[in-house]
Protein backbone atom coordinates (compact mmCIF):
# COMPACT_ATOMS: atom_id res chain seq x y z
CA UNK A 1 0.00 0.00 0.00
CA UNK A 2 1.47 2.99 -0.83
CA UNK A 3 0.38 6.61 0.89
CA UNK A 4 0.20 9.63 -1.15
CA UNK A 5 -0.76 13.08 -0.70
CA UNK A 6 -0.15 15.24 -2.85
CA UNK A 7 -0.68 19.83 -2.41
CA UNK A 8 -1.44 22.25 -4.67
CA UNK A 9 -1.16 26.05 -4.32
CA UNK A 10 -0.07 29.45 -5.83
CA UNK A 11 2.93 30.98 -3.90
CA UNK A 12 1.88 34.64 -2.92
CA UNK A 13 3.97 37.58 -1.58
CA UNK A 14 4.53 36.31 1.68
CA UNK A 15 4.84 32.78 0.93
CA UNK A 16 7.59 33.94 -1.34
CA UNK A 17 9.13 35.39 1.42
CA UNK A 18 8.93 32.87 3.79
CA UNK A 19 10.51 30.78 1.14
CA UNK A 20 13.24 32.67 0.61
CA UNK A 21 13.81 32.73 4.41
CA UNK A 22 13.68 29.22 4.64
CA UNK A 23 15.45 27.69 1.37
CA UNK A 24 18.66 28.50 2.90
CA UNK A 25 18.62 29.66 6.36
CA UNK A 26 21.99 30.59 7.68
CA UNK A 27 23.18 29.43 10.96
CA UNK A 28 23.59 31.54 13.83
CA UNK A 29 27.49 31.30 13.35
CA UNK A 30 26.95 32.53 9.67
CA UNK A 31 24.85 35.71 10.49
CA UNK A 32 27.49 36.36 13.72
CA UNK A 33 29.83 36.30 10.84
CA UNK A 34 28.06 38.38 8.47
CA UNK A 35 27.65 40.98 11.11
CA UNK A 36 31.58 40.98 11.96
CA UNK A 37 32.30 41.05 8.07
CA UNK A 38 29.72 44.56 7.82
CA UNK A 39 31.39 46.09 11.07
CA UNK A 40 35.31 45.22 9.13
CA UNK A 41 34.23 46.30 6.28
CA UNK A 42 32.81 49.67 8.03
CA UNK A 43 36.15 50.37 9.94
CA UNK A 44 38.18 50.04 6.84
CA UNK A 45 36.43 52.56 5.08
CA UNK A 46 36.42 54.80 8.32
CA UNK A 47 40.13 54.58 8.33
CA UNK A 48 40.54 54.78 4.67
CA UNK A 49 38.40 57.84 4.74
CA UNK A 50 39.98 59.38 7.56
CA UNK A 51 43.50 58.68 5.99
CA UNK A 52 42.49 60.03 2.62
CA UNK A 53 41.45 63.52 4.65
CA UNK A 54 44.82 63.88 6.45
CA UNK A 55 46.93 63.42 3.23
CA UNK A 56 44.30 65.58 1.36
CA UNK A 57 44.34 68.81 3.97
CA UNK A 58 48.07 67.97 4.61
CA UNK A 59 49.65 68.31 1.07
CA UNK A 60 46.73 70.61 0.13
CA UNK A 61 47.80 72.70 3.09
CA UNK A 62 43.74 73.57 4.32
CA UNK A 63 44.57 74.41 7.41
CA UNK A 64 43.93 73.08 10.64
CA UNK A 65 40.54 73.39 10.90
CA UNK A 66 40.32 71.29 8.07
CA UNK A 67 43.35 69.46 9.22
CA UNK A 68 40.96 68.66 12.08
CA UNK A 69 37.57 67.98 10.25
CA UNK A 70 38.40 66.70 6.54
CA UNK A 71 39.38 63.71 7.86
CA UNK A 72 36.34 63.26 10.21
CA UNK A 73 34.05 63.34 7.27
CA UNK A 74 35.68 61.43 4.38
CA UNK A 75 35.55 58.56 7.07
CA UNK A 76 31.55 59.20 7.76
CA UNK A 77 31.18 59.63 4.39
CA UNK A 78 33.06 56.31 3.32
CA UNK A 79 31.08 54.69 5.89
CA UNK A 80 27.77 55.81 4.63
CA UNK A 81 28.78 55.24 1.23
CA UNK A 82 29.69 51.61 2.12
CA UNK A 83 26.14 51.23 3.62
CA UNK A 84 24.49 52.73 0.72
CA UNK A 85 26.59 49.99 -1.57
CA UNK A 86 25.77 46.94 0.45
CA UNK A 87 22.43 47.87 0.83
CA UNK A 88 21.97 48.29 -2.71
CA UNK A 89 23.90 45.00 -3.54
CA UNK A 90 21.54 42.94 -1.18
CA UNK A 91 18.38 44.21 -2.21
CA UNK A 92 19.59 43.90 -5.76
CA UNK A 93 20.21 40.02 -4.92
CA UNK A 94 16.70 39.32 -2.52
CA UNK A 95 15.19 40.83 -5.60
CA UNK A 96 16.68 38.25 -8.32
CA UNK A 97 15.67 35.42 -5.64
CA UNK A 98 12.33 36.79 -5.52
CA UNK A 99 11.83 36.77 -9.08
CA UNK A 100 12.81 32.88 -8.84
CA UNK A 101 9.42 32.38 -6.30
CA UNK A 102 7.32 34.44 -9.22
CA UNK A 103 4.66 34.89 -6.67
CA UNK A 104 0.86 33.71 -8.67
CA UNK A 105 2.95 30.44 -9.78
CA UNK A 106 2.06 27.54 -8.89
CA UNK A 107 3.54 24.77 -6.45
CA UNK A 108 3.06 21.15 -6.12
CA UNK A 109 4.33 18.68 -3.42
CA UNK A 110 4.29 15.19 -3.87
CA UNK A 111 4.94 12.64 -0.88
CA UNK A 112 4.95 8.99 -0.60
CA UNK A 113 7.03 6.29 0.66
CA UNK A 114 9.74 7.12 -1.61
CA UNK A 115 9.88 10.68 -0.56
CA UNK A 116 9.02 13.99 -1.51
CA UNK A 117 8.81 15.77 -4.92
CA UNK A 118 8.35 19.70 -5.39
CA UNK A 119 7.57 21.01 -8.84
CA UNK A 120 7.73 24.70 -9.47
CA UNK A 121 8.17 26.84 -12.84
CA UNK A 122 11.69 26.82 -12.47
CA UNK A 123 12.39 23.77 -10.71
CA UNK A 124 12.06 19.84 -9.89
CA UNK A 125 13.33 18.90 -6.57
CA UNK A 126 12.94 14.75 -5.67
CA UNK A 127 14.45 13.45 -2.42
CA UNK A 128 13.68 10.33 -0.39
CA UNK A 129 13.30 10.40 3.36
CA UNK A 130 16.58 9.43 3.94
CA UNK A 131 17.51 12.75 2.72
CA UNK A 132 15.17 14.72 4.71
CA UNK A 133 17.24 16.34 8.27
CA UNK A 134 13.69 17.79 10.10
CA UNK A 135 10.22 17.79 9.53
CA UNK A 136 8.77 20.78 11.60
CA UNK A 137 5.24 23.09 12.36
CA UNK A 138 5.83 27.14 12.56
CA UNK A 139 3.86 29.52 12.56
CA UNK A 140 4.47 29.83 8.82
CA UNK A 141 3.48 26.38 7.99
CA UNK A 142 5.66 23.35 7.93
CA UNK A 143 9.18 23.57 7.27
CA UNK A 144 10.82 20.56 5.45
CA UNK A 145 14.80 20.92 6.16
CA UNK A 146 17.38 18.51 3.82
CA UNK A 147 20.86 19.53 4.77
CA UNK A 148 21.10 22.69 4.57
CA UNK A 149 18.15 23.32 1.93
CA UNK A 150 14.70 24.19 3.67
CA UNK A 151 11.68 24.23 1.79
CA UNK A 152 8.52 26.46 3.76
CA UNK A 153 4.57 25.19 3.10
CA UNK A 154 2.93 27.73 3.89
CA UNK A 155 -0.17 27.17 6.13
CA UNK A 156 -2.65 27.67 3.29
CA UNK A 157 -0.54 25.36 0.87
CA UNK A 158 -1.52 22.86 3.73
CA UNK A 159 -5.34 22.42 2.48
CA UNK A 160 -8.50 22.99 4.07
CA UNK A 161 -7.01 20.79 7.47
CA UNK A 162 -3.48 22.14 8.02
CA UNK A 163 -2.68 20.43 11.35
CA UNK A 164 -3.69 16.93 9.98
CA UNK A 165 -1.88 17.67 6.59
CA UNK A 166 1.53 18.52 8.70
CA UNK A 167 0.71 14.68 10.96
CA UNK A 168 0.25 12.99 7.74
CA UNK A 169 4.06 14.19 5.96
CA UNK A 170 5.60 13.92 9.64
CA UNK A 171 3.99 10.21 10.02
CA UNK A 172 5.37 9.61 6.78
CA UNK A 173 9.36 10.79 7.24
CA UNK A 174 9.22 9.24 10.47
CA UNK A 175 8.17 5.89 8.90
CA UNK A 176 10.27 6.00 6.26
CA UNK A 177 13.74 8.11 7.50
Not at 85 to 91: F, G, H, I, P, Q
Amino acid sequence: MTDTLALNYAVDDASARDMLDGMMPAPAAMQRLSKAASISLSAIAMIIGMLTGFVISFYVGLGEVAFSILPIGLGIGCVVACYVWARRVNKQVRQSQMDLMRPGSPVSYTFDNSGLHLTTWYQNWQTSWAGVTEVRTSDKGLVIMCGLVGFVIPRAGLGDHPDETSTQITNLWTQHK
